[in-house]
């Protein structure tokens, strides 16, 4: 029953009494308990509590005093720390860590009456772009189960997809939610640095984490958005803007939308496939009355190779804490650091450990200057090239990836290859800024993403072009045979 | 033996006395249950955020103005790396480069051993969080307390080349910084509960040689004592080892208390690469001109000025200027007598003598002091000058006023009322207490006269005794004298 139902549509049938929230809620654990296609999107779900919130939210809807996703199921990726069960992050070191408290995120969830009805699965510590780096297996992509979900959210992303839940919670480091929203063909939004509080998000850059909503329609995203967003005095790095508002979110017409489309992602590292059908819904786009224009953005030809200095780099000072010492599992050696040698050796995986290598490296006496100063000039330096551009324009586009979905097991080729997927995602981060994908099309029967980038602090009026945007270009869904839930 | 010259770059960490740590809101203390002030912050739990205590940087930049330093306009925390079981994220957050601290390049004056005053530069003043602390012993194991763990403190490092060159100078100067730190109030300055600890380097070299010798550091040094005792120590390990060719090893040593002397703990070539890179977590903290003047005019008279005009318009003496400024509390409390039209000299001597006896026998402070507050007020302490002062109240007495005072807060004229303690001058009076004295005690007249002058303070303590002290003793001497050589 409610498979592809939008959360807007069904925080109005709970609001209507069409639908009990609790039904909902168990039909909804079902679901993810039957795990249709095998797509293992979801690590743990606390029934119980589920139900308990389930309850409470009814009580709400009830008494009059539900908000917009007053309870509706939301899907949280394993990195955001919710008090009950565990918090595993991905990976076997954390197997067992019960967080003592709720993320941010979680507690503005809670607020809003949304029902918590599992944590879903990524890459470890949000390292990947494939979900295959879990300690807990790949997740499957509802459109062709042999193909990847994409990460490192791909379990919040193929939940939504395929229809298990209408929202969840992911977190976009590099790409991490655009990036598998464009595999599986939803809406991922990832704001600008500082709207969302990072408090209760599992550290990977901190610099460039933040913490964002899958959805199946723009609508759904925004509200999610500003459900999580607003200042909080827990966090240091908040911007003091108040929630992302949804006021004008369907007041923004297409005609006279400035777009400018960097012609350093429209290379050959983009599929041609996935570039044609970028090109139609760009066209589209124009008919409707936006520009789109080529711009130069030389310094975005660095953005992976920057990224790649500037988030391990930081990885391997957030992840010093994994020590086995005070929390997560512990493997026993002959003193102190034999401990934490074991613990660490045994219980990260392959990426993690790799990362943290090149991380520590690129902070060391006599490489700082070379490697990680430099990296922080270049992003300084394609920051001011892009607010150049973003000043006369309204948007940044591209395709989300330049890819469609590949197979489980393809990403294993190699390294450089898989790291260079995130060519089109990487510089919103580097930059802070607001970046969401939007499905526009398919190609080999694969979703497309575009990927549209606005202005740090423009959160509202990139969510109102998108609007429109999703307007024009309609959705896209995974076809019922593959795993979809209808 | 050939001459060597000494020199001493010093590290001071000061816990600042904030009522909670340094990014979270977990309450600061000295002893407790082991972890019973911890939160996911302070032990480092994945997703824990860091946001900074504003009463702390406040004191911090307090403090770096206070030793005349520069303040940085922008200053940014940075992660320092390394893994310790004491700390919770495996790194420290703390700030570091030559321009970044809260303050720097400032300086403070203590007195040479030469004799005058001397400038000891200081290079860096900034902010970092605490460690945990060790507890060897739990179980047969080893057990982590964490309630210091992200506790405040304040790094003030001396300038290089060192200005301090002797063990007695770097004790001076950690009396003085401590001394002044406690009186702006920054931080409680406790050096045996660790809220004040000392790291000097130590290096020396013969006379006439310009080029400083290896150094080696010295830490575990609880008290100014044990920092010039471990000096010297290491002074003279130092020249030991140049005397007989052999090399001084850049190393840390440790201070054992007990064996007064140092032993090898780490050397230089296992000290780690820390990795330093700006916090990603925290934003920079930006200084403007009208925030430091609001930290400058809150900021009280620091006590070499004051010490000044106790000697300058009090007419102290240097040594007693001195003792009056040893805690801003009291030097303020002696300075309100002194507004309340006091003799410097008469409540400076009340105030070292009956005063801090009581205060210390009671475990009472002046207001603003370490204690309960003190019954006593200015107004008290001048009152009880007066009446000294006008002759109304005798030496002896005026002790016993005092005391009451201190045990009942009533003002001393009042005390001397009740207990009829005001003293006996009035001529007549004292005319026919002689008369008595005299009239009761013949054979002692006669002994006078024969030429036993004792008898005279005899006769005096008798008076005293009948009078409970409060007989003018000059006076009563006088009239005894008069008539005693009359007839
Ligand atoms: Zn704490």
Known sequence: MPGWATASELAGRLRSRELGCVELTRETLNRIEEDPGGLGAFLSSDRGEALRAAEEAQRMLDAGTAGPLTGVPLAVKDNICVAEGVTTAGSRLLENFVSPYDATVIEKCREAGMVIVGKTNLDEFGMGSSNENSAFGPVRNPWNPALTAGGSSGGSAAAVAAGIVPLSLGSDTGGSIRFPAALCGIVGFKPTYGRVSRRGLVAFASSLDQIGPFARSVEDAALLAHTISGDDPREARMRTEAPISLGGLRDRPLSGLRLAWPQQLAGPEVQPSIRATFEVAISRLIEAGCTCEEVDLPMIRHGVSTYYIIAPSEASSNLARYDGIRFGRQVEGTDHVATVAKTRGALLGHEVKLRIIAGTYALSAGYHDAYFAKAQRVRQRMTLEMDEVLAQYDLIVSPTSPVVAFPIGSAEMDHLTLKQLDLCTIPANLGGYPSLSLPCGLAEGLPVGLGLTAQRGMDESLLAAAWSMEQELGSVMPPSDAGGVR | ?487
């Open chain 2, 1 to 487: 033996m050939a001459r060597y010259r000494t020199s001493v770059g010093i590290e001071v960490h000061a816990e600042l006395s904030t009522r909670s740590k340094m990014f979270c809101r977990c309450p600061v203390e000295f002893g407790g249950e082991p972890n019973s002030r911890v939160c996911p912050v302070c032990l480092g739990l994945p997703g824990a955020l860091p946001v900074p205590n504003r009463s702390a940087v406040d004191l911090a930049v307090r403090a770096a103005l206070a030793l005349d330093c520069t303040i940085a306009r922008e200053s940014v925390f940075h992660r320092k790396s390394y893994f310790y079981p004491d700390l919770p994220k495996g790194y420290q957050t703390t700030q570091f480069g030559e321009t970044n601290p809260i303050g720097y390049g400032g300086g403070m004056e203590i007195e040479a051993d030469e004799g005058g005053v001397k400038r000891i530069r200081i290079r860096r003043v900034h902010l970092e969080e605490d460690t945990g602390k060790l507890i060897h012993g739990i179980e047969g194991g080893t057990g982590i307390d964490y309630n210091r763990a992200g506790v405040p403190l304040l790094e003030i490092v001396t300038d290089f080349p060192p200005d301090i060159t002797s063990a007695t100078e770097a004790r001076r100067y950690v009396q003085k910084l401590r001394d002044l730190l406690v009186w702006i109030g920054v931080t409680h300055g406790k050096m045996e509960q660790g809220g004040l600890r000392c790291e000097p380097n130590v290096s020396i070299r013969p006379e006439g040689n310009d080029s400083l010798g290896t150094k080696t550091e010295l830490k575990n040094l609880n008290s100014t004592r044990s920092l010039q005792v471990g000096i010297e120590f290491e002074v003279a390990r130092q020249a030991r080892l140049l005397e007989s060719g052999r090399p001084v090893v850049q190393e840390t040593r440790g201070w054992d208390e007990q064996t007064e002397s140092s032993y090898a703990m780490r050397a230089k070539e296992d000290e780690d690469d820390y990795r330093y890179f700006v916090c990603p977590d925290l934003s920079p903290m930006q200084f403007d001109d009208a925030y430091l003047e609001h930290v400058r005019a809150t900021l009280p008279k620091l006590p070499d000025t004051v010490r000044e005009r106790f000697v300058n318009e009090y007419g102290l003496a240097e040594r007693d200027a001195d003792r009056m400024i040893a805690d801003r509390a009291w030097a303020v409390w002696f300075d309100a007598c002194v507004a309340l039209s006091g003799s410097p000299k008469a409540v400076l001597n009340w105030m070292i003598s009956d005063f801090a006896k009581l205060l210390n026998e009671s475990g009472q402070a002046v207001p603003g002091g370490e204690g309960e507050p003190t019954l006593v007020t200015p107004e008290h302490l001048v009152e009880l000058t007066r009446l000294i002062a006008d002759e109304k109240l005798g030496g002896k007495a005026a002790k016993s006023v005092f005391a009451e005072t201190f045990r009942t807060g009533e003002p001393p004229g009042e005390v001397v009322t009740r207990l009829g303690l005001a003293q006996v001058s009035d001529p007549e009076e004292i005319a026919s207490l002689v008369q008595a004295i005299l009239g009761e005690n013949r054979p002692l007249v006669e002994e006078f006269r024969a030429g036993k002058s004792q008898v005279l303070g005899f006769l005096v303590g008798l008076a005293m005794q009948r009078t409970n002290g409060r007989v003018h003793a000059s006076l009563f001497q006088e009239e005894l004298l008069r008539r005693l050589t009359e007839d």
